[in-house]
């Protein structure tokens, strides 16, 4: 996912993160001595939702923000598996609904 590479590329160079919801996609701001540095749009709604369950408020700072960014790899393995379940059940979904039409037949 380019977003996740995105994300992990601006994480060294900043000491804040801040999560703004826009209509169609969630924007990351990464803050360097309280200027906004780097802006990334994040369209993944998995992805959007898991930031928003890491920030507080939409803020992640402090001793967060360092966990956050130590821990990152693990944050993208868990992303990447939610990912792929929700890609297996929408394929799960659409083979159950053609499998009755074969049996019909």
């Known amino acids: 996912m380019i977003e996740l590479e995105e994300l992990a590329a601006r994480l060294s160079n900043s000491n804040l993160l801040l999560l703004k ?20 749009p994040v369209r993944n709604k998995i992805l959007a939702q898991a930031l928003q369950q890491k920030s507080i408020r939409g803020i992640i700072e402090g001793t967060h923000y360092l966990s956050f960014q130590n821990n990152f790899s693990s944050f993208c393995l868990h992303v990447r598996a939610r990912v ?4 297996l059940r929408a394929s799960t979904a659409e083979y159950q609904l053609s499998y009755p039409q074969l049996a019909v037949a």
């Open 21 to 40: 919801e826009n209509n169609t996609y969630l924007e990351c701001q990464f803050v360097t001595g309280g200027l906004v540095c780097h802006v990334v």
């Open 84 to 87: 792929l379940y929700a890609e």
